[in-house]
């Protein structure tokens, strides 16, 4: 057995909120982080900056289903969720 990679992430204190959710939802984060939505095939959807400890985020452009949110600090993954859209 041959380990190929390890991702190490950095600590976030975040969440997502109502999940399932429907337009919009909510992130709540310690810090301003860098959010990215990912589809369930893994296509980058949207790319936004949160600038404040709770943002609302419109979905209304996306399809019912499940989403990746990855969330980026300091130029390193800080944290994956997932969030159901309906």
Do not use: C, H, W
Request: charged share 20%; no cysteine.
């Amino acid at each position: 057995l041959k380990v190929l990679s390890v991702q190490e992430y950095t600590y976030l204190d975040s969440s997502a909120y109502t999940n399932p959710a429907r337009n919009p939802f909510n992130v709540t984060t310690s810090e301003q982080p860098k959010m990215t939505i990912f589809d369930i095939q893994g296509k980058q959807v949207r790319t936004q900056d949160i600038y404040s400890s709770t943002t609302s985020i419109d979905v209304s452009d996306l399809s019912r289903g499940t989403y990746t949110l990855v969330f980026e600090s300091n130029g390193a993954i800080a944290k994956r969720m997932k969030i159901v859209i309906l």
